[in-house]
């Protein structure tokens, strides 16, 4: 592993992407960008899944990654996701990340196309080899469709010494105590699914990427917090305490309920989409308003 990464780790939020009239909203994006680092966030993930990536172009993802850079001014990291189902398009996103200045890169694995793990070997050695920032694979195999094993990551580190983690949005908990086995304990796992946050830091993740985070900042940092405190009776308060939240965020495709619930709190004026995302229906506000009454973030009556 390459050069002190002791700093990548704790609750990193992958922001949405409000839009106005059909553009990026930038304004908008710029207070979500403070209110995670008042909140005590420990840094932002720019384009990740919950920032609808497919529905950017590049440039508008190019945008958004050197927007936040200049807005966090190195108060926190910021983490851009630079992956796409084309070599030649991660490449042009990675390779732009890293010049404007992104401390790391979360790359996921290419989508759609089902390649074998020998492929994604030849893929992932191609693209941070280019790289001298950190990088970390996106594992997310439920909506990529690719799984990877772990040798592959193995055999990965040997040729690019600065593959130092990965986001496993995943349930396979015992991949994270496998990995770690193999890859060695400072290897950096980040949780990529809400109600596993605390179990897999408890095996050694160190850290989580949820979309939660977007909603309640300062609470889901707390949870990291507290776990590296080892001071699991509150890491465990507040788990349960963020549990039906971090449910509802999936009772639709993220990030659906998420942008909805955020302008219902006033963080964003509208939960706009593009297409073929769509907003929340009637029958799901509803649904999302009563979670957000029991969490005692939505008053009664509104």
Known sequence: MSGDISWLKGSIPPLITPFRDGDVDFETYGRLIDKQIDGGSHGILVN???AEP???????????????????????????????????????L?????RAGADAQLIVTPYYIKPPQRGLVSYFTQVV?????????????????????VPTFAAIT??????????HASTDLAFV?????????????FVGLEELCL???????????????NLAPAKVAALSDAVEASDLRRAKDIHFELFEISKAIFFDTNPIPLKYMMK????????????????APEALERRLDAVLRAAGMLAEGK
């Not at 497919?54 to 936040?68: K, P, Q």
């Not at 970390?136 to 690719?146: D, E, F, L, Q, T």
């Not at 040997?158 to 986001?167: A, D, M, P, Q, Y």
């Open 48 to 50: 990740g899944t919950t």
């Open 54 to 92: 497919s529905t950017l172009t590049v440039e508008e993802r190019n945008e958004l990654v050197a927007f936040a850079v200049k807005r966090a001014r190195q108060r926190v990291p910021v983490i851009a996701a630079t992956g796409s189902q084309s070599l030649a398009e991660t490449l042009q």
């Open 94 to 98: 990675s390779k732009f990340a890293e």
């Open 129 to 149: 080899s280019g790289l001298k920032s950190p990088a970390m694979v996106y594992h997310i195999p439920g909506r990529a469709g690719v799984s990877m094993d």
């Open 158 to 167: 040997e040729r690019c010494n600065n593959l130092v983690g990965v986001k």
């Open 177 to 189: 105590t496998d990995l770690l086995t193999t890859m060695g304990r400072d290897f950096r796992v």
């Open 199 to 213: 179990p897999m830091m408890a095996v050694g993740a160190v850290g989580m990427m949820n979309a939660v985070g």
């Open 264 to 279: 219902r709190l006033g963080l964003i004026a509208n939960n706009e989409h593009r297409s073929p995302m769509s907003p």
